[in-house]
């Protein structure tokens, strides 16, 4: 009996095959925390009486959510991580390098590999072909202790996509359909495996933005096949030789199998306060805006910037409206500013901020006021999520984002697209 992607790579990390359902012991590669889990974290890897990490340079601590620190509070607790770092030889991202899966996509992690991080969204470095995945801090704790972590070995979901895109669609619109079809626990502890013509067309930019979004609906990873664009982005960020072929068998067991027409998606939306609560941006043109934010680890990409900035160009935001833009990392924000992209930002009206998860998280920067409506290209539009339980957020593309920015509410962006 054939094996699906993430069989084949727990298999290897556990040192038998295993099959979905069983549970196992298997080796961790990297193990990764950010600054709202990882002082939990040192606090249990202490308790675990440990004193050195099983692989230090694949223990990477990263400040980003609260970056830089708006409160005494949250400064005290990158403290601790920056003293751990010291203490232990664990990797230190700090402030401004990025998001932290941003970044470990571009340093750290390899196909074939097992990551796990103490945070749900880990799943993006999927589409490196690794089995990465969000775990709690006491879990990761235990992986960098050890080096190795227990898992249930998850089932599959085959999402097999095949056509193209339509003008104005893009990947953040597959994957907010496909939460939409199945429901946000539509696929709880499965991974979603992603196939067919359009993903193998895809970017990989585009394929982090699915992998990225698996969680939302309920999944434990994002998984795809390595192939030239996955050796090609490994050699662009020095990795030339991590790269490996990962795919699943001809005769993989698969427990669902869904099947999506790429031409016949629209731009969509996720409306508050779930993300599979999804309708299309032309039917929510009632809907008026107080902010768009571009950026995070879903969204904040060059290529995302890119789009948002040329159909923003030569424009202005609608009046009253906050516009702002965060880039995904360090290298991003400097390849933006080199193309000029930031100045297209800044012309029309925006504001950027330092790389981090800047609104996303609600912590500082671009928290809502009562009754106010942001449309984000952020993952998630919980009640709450941007710092006000009274604040309604929609989820979209860059495209349909920086469409809305200028006319004030939400718009279908193949009005504006040039």
Known sequence: MGQTIAEKIISKHAGYDVKA????????????????????????????????????????????????????????????????????????SDTGEGVCHQRLVEDYVNPGEILVGADSHTCTSG????????????????????????????????????????????????????IGLIGADGATYRALEFSGSTIENMSMSDRFTLANMAVEAGAKAGLFCTDEKTK??????GRADKFVEIKPDSDAVYERIIHIDAAKLEPTVSCPHTVDNTKLAKDLSTVKLNQVFIGTCTNGRIEDLRIASKILKGKKVYPGLRLIVVPASRDIYLQAMEEGILKIFIEAGGQILGPGCGPCVGVHAGILGDGEVCLATQ?????????NTKGFIYLSSPATAACSAINGCITDPRVCEV
């Open 127 to 178: 589409a490196l072909g690794a089995f990465a995945t969000g775990m709690g801090s006491t879990d990761v704790a235990v992986a960098m202790a050890l080096g190795k972590t227990w898992l249930k070995v998850p089932s599959t979901y085959k999402i097999v996509v095949d056509g193209e895109f339509s003008k104005g669609v893009y990947a953040k619109d597959l994957i907010l359909h496909l």
């Open 232 to 237: 090609r982005y490994l050699i662009e960020h």
């Open 21 to 92: 359902g069983e549970l196992c012991i298997a080796k961790v590669d990297v193990a990764a925390v950010q600054d709202g889990t990882g002082p939990l974290m040192v606090q249990e890897f202490k308790k675990l009486g440990k004193k050195t990490l099983a692989n230090p340079s694949r223990s990477i601590l990263f400040i980003d959510h609260a970056s830089p620190s708006p409160r005494k509070e949250l400064s005290n607790t990158h403290t601790v991580l920056r003293e751990f770092a010291k203490e232990t030889g664990a990797v230190m």
């Open 379 to 387: 993952n998630r539009n919980f009640q709450g999520r941007m710092g």
